[in-house]
Each structure stands twice: as structure tokens, then as C-alpha cells.
């Protein structure tokens, strides 16, 4: 149980919260999580494509250096987005 004046302590910080980050707040009254920042999306994109690439060439070229780098870097891809929707 907490006293008065951490209850007090409390609501003003919900309040100060309220009106520094709405979003914030519904989010977490809610219980939802936040959108996905487009920085973050945008790097695994990129990511995702350079993997794709990697994989394409290695498999193009004679080189299985290239091919195993393709290969690590699509697994460390699919890695990625399999923990990042578990959260």
C-alpha cells in the first residue's frame, strides 16, 4: 500500500507524463506496445536486402566465402525479425 504522499508523488508524475508524451501514456494505459520506429524498419530492410544480395552473388560467382556471408547474414536477417516480433 503506498502512503499519501506517494500516491500524490505518483499522479504528478502520470501527469507530467500525460502532457510530455500523450502517446506515451495511452500506450502504456493500454497496455500496447509502441509503433516500430521507421529508422529501425528501414535498417532491417536494408539488411534484409543486402542478406538477399549477398546470397545471390554467392551463389552466382564460384566463391563459397561470399555464399556462406550471404548465408550468415540471411539467417542473422530472419533472426532479427523473429525476436523483434516476440516482444
Known amino acids: ?3 499519501h504522499h506517494e ?3 505518483l499522479e504528478k508524475i ?3 507524463l500525460e502532457l510530455s508524451d500523450p502517446d ?3 500506450a502504456l494505459r493500454e497496455g500496447r506496445r509502441r509503433k516500430p520506429r521507421a529508422l ?3 535498417l532491417l530492410l536494408a539488411l534484409d536486402v543486402a542478406a538477399v544480395l549477398l546470397l545471390v552473388v554467392g551463389l552466382v560467382l564460384p566463391d563459397p566465402g561470399v555464399t556462406l ?3 550468415l547474414a540471411l539467417t542473422g ?3 532479427t525479425h ?3 516480433h516476440r516482444v
Open 24 to 26: 506515451l501514456a495511452i
Open 77 to 79: 536477417a530472419v533472426w
Open 82 to 84: 523473429v525476436a523483434r
Open 69 to 71: 556471408c550471404g548465408i
Open 7 to 9: 500516491r500524490t508523488e
Open 14 to 16: 502520470e501527469r507530467s
Open 40 to 42: 529501425k524498419t528501414a
Open 1 to 3: 500500500m503506498l502512503s
